[in-house]
């Protein structure tokens, strides 16, 4: 099966475990880690930022990479991973914020903005191209922060699969419990941030090929 047909069933699994999620799951699990999650929100809020370490050590790793490229040092396998996941993760920053804008989903509580959410107005709902930081729960940004991180160490070093798992998982969890997101807006971040990724290593593949 080719790459295409692959992401061609992630895409249609993804987009029923979100339609799933919105109608089954994120209401109430929204509500369950507003009451019973609330007094652990500031750990899962700590575990849930790991996306904002990771990112900055890419990117501080890949200029600093850059440097010795133009120096004429060459590259090691692990370090062109590094520099293909700082991409990744600037790819995909771009491509979450058009999406965010392109749905303007609400949030599971009012955090920014007097922003309307689930938990203070009982709103559930997309709002396309309402604009806004109150509109910007789908995708989840840190999830899609996440996965563009770890997708090209997941494609490229096989042998790592289990620590970007681990990763994901703490993210997924960590901005789950503090009720950040719903259920479905991580489900998003995650495919959106493997997408790019796969992306990323599809087109440093076929210039390797020329």
């Known amino acids: 099966?080719?790459?295409?047909?692959?992401?061609?069933?992630?895409?249609?699994?993804?987009?029923?475990?979100?339609?799933?999620?919105?109608?089954?799951?994120?209401?109430?699990?929204?509500?369950?880690?507003?009451?019973?999650?609330?007094?652990?929100?500031?750990?899962?809020?700590l575990v849930g930022r790991l996306p904002n370490?990771?990112?900055?050590?890419?990117?501080?790793?890949?200029?600093?990479?850059?440097?010795?490229?133009?120096?004429?040092?060459?590259?090691t396998e692990m370090q062109t991973s590094i520099v293909l996941s700082a991409l990744s993760l600037a790819l995909a920053a771009i491509l979450e914020s058009w999406l965010k804008l392109a749905f303007g989903r609400t949030w599971p509580e009012t955090w920014v903005q007097n922003n309307p959410s689930l938990i203070r107005d009982g709103i559930l709902n997309f709002n396309p191209f309402h604009g806004g930081r109150g509109f910007a729960a789908f995708p989840s940004g840190h999830m899609v922060a996440i996965s563009a991180i770890m997708?090209?160490?997941?494609?490229?070093?096989?042998?790592?699969?289990?620590?970007?798992?681990?990763?994901?998982?703490?993210?997924?969890?960590?901005?789950?419990?503090?009720?950040?997101?719903?259920?479905?807006?991580l489900i998003a971040g995650g495919f959106v941030g493997f997408s790019v990724g796969l992306i990323i290593i599809s087109l440093w593949k076929c210039r390797r090929a020329t």
């Open 151 to 185: 997708s090209t160490f997941w494609f490229l070093h096989p042998r790592l699969r289990w620590i970007c798992a681990i990763c994901i998982a703490a993210v997924f969890i960590g901005q789950l419990g503090a009720n950040y997101h719903f259920v479905s807006d």
């Open 53 to 75: 370490v990771l990112g900055l050590l890419v990117i501080g790793c890949t200029l600093i990479f850059g440097v010795r490229a133009v120096l004429g040092r060459p590259l």
């Open 1 to 45: 099966m080719s790459a295409a047909a692959k992401w061609s069933i992630a895409l249609l699994i993804c987009g029923a475990l979100i339609v799933i999620s919105y109608f089954f799951v994120d209401r109430p699990f929204a509500y369950f880690a507003h009451d019973e999650l609330q007094g652990y929100r500031a750990l899962f809020d």
